[in-house]
């Protein structure tokens, strides 16, 4: 159906405001609550831990923004415990998305989660650099929500200690900013690394459409920008190949016991939410304890499959220079739709996540950019990725 929600929803914000980062610049950047910050309390959006002892040193992606220059403006809301790609957060209040705020009917709409506020942050402009996670699409789920761009980078790049544990094995430690240079320019700080930049043309590389679960269950919207942004690429040179990966079906089979993020949190949160159940939000809570009947043979059960996967689905990839989808089917939901049923809430919750979280499954690498556009590819193709970013953000910036 046709939403009430004019289609830029997934443009730029404000695009003329602001300047993509220069290195060696001055910068803000605001920190998600899971991070530690020396001498605070990291809560994680919960209740849990406000009584928790101070972390004694910043994480290190907060000391290494600092040390390239960075001020940090403040700690932002989440979904708590980062559970959840809506971003609703019933102890702390929603973070209303910036860039429909100013749509007729106004209605306050979510930005996406779980790094909610980061977006946020960004979108309104008190900070260049919205400090994040992303363990099945927490930076590029509100990134594509609210106009900005989000990059999860291949998983191992940037180090994740002091930062507070979903899944281990699915973490991903990256940035929102408000556009590709940007993007860049937080990756190499957090990741300490250079990106090997080339100028190569559009029409110079090979892209590939997966047909099959990418496009399910698209809201009328959403499906005309993606439709209106390929053709502007396809016109520009790009050349697109479709694709179908079958292997995204066995996805459901390898998760039938939860997945990793139950399974890996439910040993993390295992004593807390004994003793506290209570003081959560009871539909991240309810999430968390999928993982308590799982064995350890069905966690190695689940490593095993995941590895034998990603080798086949990286195979398929094989030539290619990238995978082009869209970053969520739906528009944002009304903050009301989500706050007023739990069944509601796990609708948009599995729909905001899908298409994003095959992307840490596969161990890859992935970058959200408007009009909600995702390039992704397989583990360490993350220069690739940032420079084809580079030509399509400059093609489809308004």
């Not at 994680?44 to 910043?58: E, F, H, I, R, T």
């Not at 995978?323 to 729909?351: G, K, M």
């Not at 909600?372 to 580079?390: C, E, Q, R, S």
Request: charged share 20%; net charge negative; glycine share 8%.
């Amino acid at each position: 159906m046709t939403t009430d929600l004019p289609a830029h929803t997934f443009l730029k914000t404000y695009p003329a405001l602001f300047e993509p980062l220069p290195a060696g610049a001055s910068f803000k950047f605001s920190i998600k609550d899971l991070f530690d910050v020396a001498d605070e309390v990291t809560t994680a959006g919960s209740k849990v831990l406000l009584n928790a002892a101070p972390a004694k040193v910043d994480a290190v992606a907060v000391a290494r923004l600092k040390a390239a220059g960075g001020v940090a403006v403040g700690r932002t809301n989440m979904s708590e415990f980062a559970f959840s790609g809506v971003g609703w957060n019933p102890h702390y209040g929603t973070p209303v998305n910036p860039s429909t705020m100013l749509h007729k009917p106004y209605q306050a709409r979510v930005t996406g989660g779980s790094s909610s506020g980061a977006a946020a942050s960004v979108a309104c402009g008190a900070a260049d650099i919205g400090l994040g996670s992303d363990t099945g699409g927490s930076l590029r789920i509100p990134a594509a929500l609210c106009g900005l761009v989000g990059f999860k980078s291949t998983a191992r790049l940037v180090p994740t200690m002091g930062a507070l544990p979903l899944s281990t094995t699915l973490d991903t430690v990256g940035a929102i900013t408000r556009d590709v240079p940007s993007a860049i320019f937080a990756h190499e700080i957090l990741a300490a690394r250079k990106v090997a930049r080339d100028n190569k043309p559009l029409g110079s590389y090979r892209v590939a459409v997966v047909d099959n679960v990418f496009m399910d269950g698209m809201e009328e919207d959403v499906s005309r920008i993606w439709k209106d942004s390929l053709q502007a690429l396809l016109d520009k040179g790009l050349q697109v190949e479709h694709v179908t990966l079958p292997e995204l079906v066995e996805i459901a089979i390898m998760n039938k016991t939860g997945g990793f993020s139950p399974i890996e949190s439910y040993r993390w949160h295992k004593n807390l939410i004994a003793e506290h159940q209570m003081d959560y939000d009871h539909r991240v809570a309810q999430r968390i304890l999928l993982g308590k009947a799982a064995s350890e043979w069905d966690y190695l059960q689940l490593v095993r499959s995941r590895n034998d996967w990603i080798t086949r689905v990286t195979k398929k990839l094989t030539g290619f220079d990238a995978v082009l989808s869209p970053t969520v089917p739906i528009l944002a939901p009304t903050i009301a739709s989500i706050e007023s049923s739990d069944a509601e809430f796990f609708r948009v919750n599995a729909l905001l996540l899908r298409n994003p979280s095959i992307v840490n499954l596969l161990d890859g690498c992935a970058i959200a950019l408007p009009p909600n556009l995702m390039l992704w590819h397989a583990t360490l193709h993350d220069d690739a990725i940032l420079n084809l970013a580079v030509r399509v953000e400059e093609l489809l910036t308004p």
